[in-house]
């Protein structure tokens, strides 16, 4: 390529990137200089909007969005079905002689309301109080989408509950920021108004052909494959995982690229994941409520692009059973607003302790609130992939690698011993040994791993937002680092240093137990943690009850990220959302084992008895064993297909007729329903691997996954 060329590539990417946002760069150069710095105030300081400043950037917002095309506006936002929702309305206004005009005014631009009647409330309000408000959250950036301009907003009650994701994460990054500021002042920092999270979202995936996905009952309806039995060939080669990507993929990937771009989604990397058709994408680092809008719209965009190639972009955490399942690593950290990232371990005693602080708060935080950050992370599908030999166990725990491990072990004992790598360790006196920017391997089994100046939560489902990881693991930080400095504001200066080491050595010694730098697929880890006392909740409905536990209902009032009412209500929604995700998934089961797959199986037996009755008929002395154990086989299964086929209707309506107490209905499903699913399914799965191809009325294993 000429450099003339590779310059004209470079703009054409520089012009694509954002190019339907309406971001900083844009702002900056469209509003007035003095409505441009009121608004720039609001969005770093938290500050409440001045409606004249509203009404500025709503004229000059409804211009720019004109210009690309967009007839409409939406109120973009994120209620508790973690998918996003949104409602159009057009910019035009009739007149008095039969036209119209375009208008979009400050007071649409700050709230909407749409209907909130059919949004889960788990019981916030009754279904006849339809009032619901979004309200701009100029902290993320408008965009266009399908020639519609969209405003990201919180989502809430008319008596002002939150029914979203974003609210939460929004109050629990300001909990945060207030806490951290505390603790940086204490460290002498004199130059940063505000502390961020920032996240970076790893997204699997699966790419099927749609023909094929269109055959599959229970991917349209469930998201994951009900039947399926295991194919000749699975991921056991090693031979998908960043190997060559196949030109149809490759060509759905560049367009998902270009469409992320457009809306400033810093898509980064792209690659084959473990599984046969299941692949990857990962962002550049952001804030973590831009971060979180951000995937919500990367997993939109991926289900668009699909289509357009003739594929479906499958985000269900397991698709396909027996191959690896889907995960979305959400990497944290924090940063403060004038360039330091707080788990960073720097080089100068000044920053070694600071470091320490920040990073021994993490440790606390999530040792203390291990249930509350295992139940971020718990929904039914992520259910089939926690605790599998490819994603991390359903028990928490961090891993910080042999050289943290080994300076926090020598802070327990007073730092008085010589580090893996020299030097004495005394907080305030000597320095920290330097630590590159990856000083830890990557443990893949840790659920909770730091990773050179961030921490990578693995456990997160490749469906669900991100927002409930992160408002859980940003409160339980905050308040942590508010004990904290609670303890260090009171002491003298000539004592702040003993007091540090002091501090530190308390949480190490107390809190040790939840470091594990192992492997956690092993059943040792499993009987390890138990005598740890580190909780090993295995499924989303063991979890779920942690929502309410007292400690963690005080911590969300306390920082003001949830209320208890709210905290309640998460606590029916996720409860309901288990339930109706399992009575689907069984009901449509029974439709595909009643209307396709027992008509296959008896229209192929009759098929193979016909055959036997034919040879029979000529009266030659030709073996017929065979034919006969087949049928035999075959009709044994059968029998036992039907069987199953009765006893998971009678146990899915003895369910679902359970009234009254929302917890002891979801342990039923989980219990009897889901587990008479898995036995009808192995009757199917043998049903498979015995009839005839052409019969078989649903693609299997093998088609879908090896024929993109």
């Not at 375009?102 to 009754?126: M, Q, T, V």
């Not at 009032?131 to 100029?138: E, K, L, M, P, V």
């Not at 995936?205 to 295991?230: H, N, P, Q, S, V």
């Amino acid at each position: 390529m000429s450099h003339c060329c590779k310059n004209e590539s470079k703009m054409s990417l520089n012009t694509v990137f954002g190019s339907n946002v309406f971001n900083d760069a844009v702002m900056r150069e469209r509003l007035p200089k003095a409505t441009y710095k009121a608004l720039k105030k609001t969005i770093d300081e938290g500050l409440e909007l001045d409606p004249a400043v509203a009404e500025v950037v709503a004229s000059v917002m409804k211009d720019w969005a004109l210009e690309k095309g967009a007839t409409h506006f939406t109120h973009w936002f994120q209620p508790m079905t973690g998918i996003t929702a949104e409602k159009h309305d057009a910019f035009i206004s009739p007149t008095s002689d039969g036209k119209v005009i375009l208008e979009f005014s400050g007071k649409e631009l700050i709230k909407g309301e749409p209907d909130a009647s059919s949004f889960p409330s788990g019981g916030l309000r009754a279904t006849f109080e339809a009032r619901g408000y979004t309200a701009w959250d100029c902290t993320s950036p408008a965009f266009i989408k399908d020639d519609t301009l969209c405003i990201p907003t919180a989502f809430c009650s008319y008596t002002g509950e939150a029914l979203d994701k974003k609210t939460p994460l929004l109050r629990s990054m300001e909990a945060l920021s207030k806490q951290a500021m505390r603790v940086l002042k204490l460290f002498g920092n004199t130059t940063a108004t505000r502390v961020v999270t920032t996240v970076g979202p790893e997204q699997e995936y699966f790419l099927i052909d749609k023909e094929m996905y269109d055959a599959r009952k229970d991917l349209i309806f469930t998201g994951r494959t009900l039947f399926g039995a295991k194919p000749p060939k699975g991921q056991e080669l090693e031979d998908h995982y960043f190997g060559t990507i196949k030109e149809r993929v490759s060509a759905f990937m560049k367009e998902l690229d270009q469409e992320l771009w457009k809306l400033g989604v810093s898509a980064k990397t792209k690659h084959n994941e473990v599984a046969p058709a299941q692949h990857e994408l990962a962002p550049i680092f952001s804030t973590t409520n831009i971060a979180t809008d951000h995937n919500q719209l990367a997993m939109e965009v991926m289900q668009k692009v699909a289509l357009r190639h003739g594929l479906v972009c499958l985000l269900h955490e397991k698709p396909f059973a027996g191959v690896n399942g889907s995960g979305k690593h959400n990497n944290w950290s924090m940063s403060t607003n004038d360039g330091q990232n707080l788990l960073d371990p720097g080089y100068t005693p000044h920053e070694n302790a600071q470091f320490l602080v920040f990073l021994c708060a993490v440790v606390k935080a999530v040792d203390e609130y291990a249930d509350f950050l295992r139940v971020s992370a718990a929904t039914p599908g992520n259910d089939h992939r926690l605790g599998a030999n490819e994603a991390p166990p359903a028990i928490i725990s961090i891993f910080l690698g042999d050289q943290l491990t080994d300076i926090l072990e020598q802070i327990e004992n007073g730092g008085a011993n010589a580090s893996k790598q020299g030097g004495e360790l005394k907080i305030g006196v000597s320095t920290l040994p330097a630590l590159p920017k990856d000083s830890t391997d990557r443990n893949r089994t840790s659920p909770f791993a730091f990773t050179g100046n961030k921490f990578e939560f693995r456990m997160v489902g490749s469906s669900a937002s991100i927002a409930g990881a992160n408002f859980v693991t940003n409160t339980i930080v905050a308040e942590i680092l508010s004990q904290i400095a609670d303890r260090l504001e009171t002491v003298k200066a000539e004592d702040f240093d003993s007091e540090v080491q002091k501090l530190l050595q308390e949480i190490v010694k107390n809190h040790k137990r939840i470091i594990f730098n192992g492997n956690g697929y092993s059943n040792d880890w499993v009987v390890e943690a138990e005598k740890r006392g580190l909780p090993n909740l295995r499924s989303t409905v063991e979890a779920i009850p942690a929502i309410i536990a007292e400690k963690n209902k005080a911590v969300m009032e306390k920082h003001s990220v949830l209320s208890r009412v709210e905290m309640e209500s998460r606590y029916e929604i996720n409860l309901e959302n288990y339930i109706k995700t399992i009575n689907i998934e069984a009901l449509t089961m029974l439709e595909m084992a009643k209307r396709q797959i027992l008509p296959a199986v008896i229209k192929f037996t009759t098929e193979v008895a016909s055959s036997i009755n034919s040879i029979q008929a000529t009266g030659l002395n030709v073996d017929i064993s065979a034919q006969s154990e087949l049928l035999s086989e075959i009709s044994t299964l059968a029998a036992s297909f039907k069987k199953n086929i009765a006893k998971l209707e009678e146990i899915l309506d003895k369910a679902s007729d359970m009234h009254g107490d929302t917890f002891k209905q979801a342990c039923a499903f989980k219990d009897e329903v889901f587990a008479q699913m898995g036995a009808l399914r192995a009757d199917a799965d043998k049903l498979e691997t015995l009839v005839d191809a052409e019969y078989w009325p649903i693609p299997t294993y093998g088609d879908m996954l090896f024929n993109v």
